[in-house]
């Protein structure tokens, strides 16, 4: 049996994202859309439940496409909050469509989200070396930098602590512990 991070191994899920996703670099905007949105509503609930819904936001959020989410009004909004296969959260549905228009500025003001949000690290993935999960940060200077920028575009439930989340979950950051069998794999990406 392979050695994986200590958070991975509670339920199937997590670990099938654990071993196929988490830490590999993304530069698709949609999907740095998606990981976006998805960190930004597990904000106090667990990544499991994330995953669990993760085909229903799918479904909800029209797979994610910014261009289609600008155009939710109110009646979108309100069938949302009924829709049991998502977080039923004014504020993080809310959030998502203002999201959406804060990313579709950032996409013509750089290029591609993807161009933007890389530059926080030269386009280049940081390396960590943690031995074991207790010593990856929740947040660090880095997330703090970005979650003030992307406030300072527009963007809303985008704290520090999601956008390390986020940094994670993209490949900006590799924090898989050293002794997971995912870390060698990612380093080399």
Known sequence: MKTKCTWCVDHPLEEIYHDAEWG??????????????????QAG???TTILVKRENYRKAFDN??????????PEKVEALLQD????????????????????????????????????????????NAWATAGEVPAKTE?????SKALKKKGFKFIGSTICYAFMQAVGIVNDHTTDCFRYEEIKKK
């Open 24 to 41: 590999v670099p993304v530069h698709d905007d949609r999907l740095l859309f998606e990981m976006l949105t998805l960190e930004g509503a």
């Open 45 to 47: 609930l667990s990544w």
């Open 64 to 73: 994610f496409v910014a261009e289609k989410i600008v155009k939710y009004g």
């Open 84 to 127: 049991a296969g998502i977080v039923r959260n004014r504020l993080k549905i809310n959030s998502t469509i203002t999201n959406a228009k804060a990313f579709l500025e950032v996409q013509k003001e750089y290029g591609s989200f993807s161009e933007y949000i890389w530059s926080f690290v030269d386009a280049k993935p940081i390396q």
């Open 142 to 146: 880095l997330s703090d930098r970005m």
